[in-house]
């Protein structure tokens, strides 16, 4: 039976949208129409219809919208929509706890994404009950509070891309600039998060561009969009750059990959096997701390060039390459949820 | 996107949050700190809290020791180390939200957070 979805990703940076982007797609592939409501600040800039196709619509809230203006805009959406299936990722209150009152009421099943957030928040917004009124609480490649819940399903963690829509070595390479025939290891930096943080990236890949010279090749990554405002930074960083999205298909020509600790970021990089150290930046409900391995954790910038150099300087080793993606399954297990209302 | 702010505790008579711009999180417990405030202890990047609790638990390793990377490590963790890494193929998850010293930490943080204010929280 196709369904009608909406997607719930409301949320600062990268990773509901890339998540929810994951599972849009599964989706739609198999007939369902989906339309994805997001406020990121990278949303203008990201040729997501590429990328979802043109069964997805999405809806691209402003960012400056504050509470009072999301919850109206989320509340004419789900009237207007009349959805039979609604997704939410990660907060099952939505983000300034609009959904609470409007969830009872609404006849669509309700499925939750549901990753790591903080425990504070979990007590303080009492969100044991919150997730109760979901029909499934799927959790997608790590661990959450609620993953015990008598309706909480685990899947591998969700990826944006197929295994075969990773370019190949030699293509990835070639559209991070790198020559063909240039065999030195390449090193790139993540830019995603804020606009300060993917300007920092841009610092990070500098500080290492001067510390491995020739010895290795040093690609500064950043999402279309994010590349508007380049007045100031330092020529190094500037012949670096690479405007890419996402770039999850590139990484199988990275040979050390430094960024953050956000969801995506993580899970692409283990998923590909990919080399990867990352500093932990704070946020308001993820935890990046908590998320990274202490072999990918780096407690200070220094830190983290100097372990980035140090892995690009040896011959950096590829982890086993165990592409896997829960989204399929998840389409599956939403589809027998909507089956069994 | 508003800057992300230190909720180290600062002053004496009247325990309040910093404040300041905070760019990193604590490795043990993700609270967002300052440069200020971040301790460096043992190869990690601590809070306040963090690097006392392994002030405590160290005190009687040998500094030999150092030159195993493991050894960094061996007391990783926030909710027990089990939250480290990828678990979806694990069974039960409760170790990892048990009430411990480090939810009483996110407690008295918790009317600084701005949590169901900010539009932007990811
Ligand atoms: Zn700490
Ligand atoms: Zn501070």
Not at chain 1, 43 to 55: F, H, K, N
Not at chain 1, 99 to 114: D, I, N, Q, T, Y
């Amino acid at each position: 039976m196709v369904g009608r979805w909406l997607i719930y990703a409301l949320g600062g940076g990268m990773g509901h949208l890339t998540r929810a982007s994951a599972l849009a797609r599964a989706a739609s592939q198999r007939g369902h129409g989906v339309v994805l409501l997001i406020n990121t600040p990278f949303a203008p800039g990201l040729p997501l219809e590429d990328v979802l196709g043109s069964r997805v619509e999405v809806l691209r809230l402003s960012p400056a919208l504050g509470r009072e203006g999301v919850g109206q805009v989320v509340a004419r959406c789900l009237k207007d929509l009349r959805p039979d299936l609604f997704v939410v990722d990660t907060f099952p209150r939505g983000l300034g706890g609009e959904l609470v009152p409007l969830l009872p009421k609404m006849r669509a099943r309700k499925v939750l994404v549901h990753r790591d957030v903080n425990p504070a928040y979990v007590k303080k917004f009492g969100l044991a009950r919150a997730v109760d009124a979901f029909d499934l609480l799927l959790v997608p490649g790590e661990d959450a509070p609620f993953a015990s819940h008598p309706r909480a399903v685990r899947t591998a963690p969700w990826l944006l891309l197929r295994a075969g829509e990773l370019l190949s070595r030699e293509a990835a390479r070639a559209r991070l600039n790198v020559r063909p025939g240039d065999a030195r290891p390449l090193v790139a930096v993540m830019g995603c998060g804020t606009s300060e943080e993917v300007a920092e990236a841009g610092d990070i890949a500098a500080r290492l561009e001067a510390a491995l010279g020739s010895r290795a090749r040093v690609r500064w990554l950043m999402p279309p969009g994010a590349d508007a405002d380049s007045a100031g930074l330092p020529e190094a960083s500037l012949a670096s750059r690479a405007v890419v999205w996402p770039a999850l298909a590139v990484l199988p020509g990275v040979d050390v990959l430094v960024g953050a600790g956000g969801y995506n970021t993580v899970q692409e990089a283990r998923a590909t096997g990919t080399p990867f150290v990352a500093l932990a930046r704070p946020r308001l409900y993820d935890r990046q701390a908590v998320r990274l391995r202490p072999e990918e954790l780096a407690g200070s910038v220094e830190a983290l060039v100097a372990r980035a150099a140090q892995l690009a300087s040896g011959r950096p080793v590829r982890g086993p390459c165990l592409y896997l993606s829960g989204t399929e399954d998840a389409v599956t297990l939403i589809e027998r949820t909507v089956l069994s209302a | 996107m508003s800057a992300f702010v230190c909720q180290e505790n600062v002053g004496f008579l009247f325990s309040h949050a910093c404040g300041g711009d905070a760019a990193l999180a604590c490795m043990r417990c993700a609270k967002p700190l300052c440069a200020a405030h971040l301790r460096s202890v043992g190869g990690e990047s601590l809070c306040a809290q963090c690097a006392r609790e392994h002030g405590d638990s160290t005190e009687e390793q040998h500094a030999a020791d150092e030159d195993d990377p493991s050894y960094y490590y061996n007391d990783y963790g926030y909710y027990g180390a089990a939250s480290a890494g990828s678990s979806w193929g694990r069974g039960s998850s409760h170790d990892t939200n048990d009430f411990t010293e480090a939810d009483g930490e996110s407690l008295r943080r918790e009317d600084d957070a701005s949590f169901e204010e900010d539009m932007g929280g990811s």
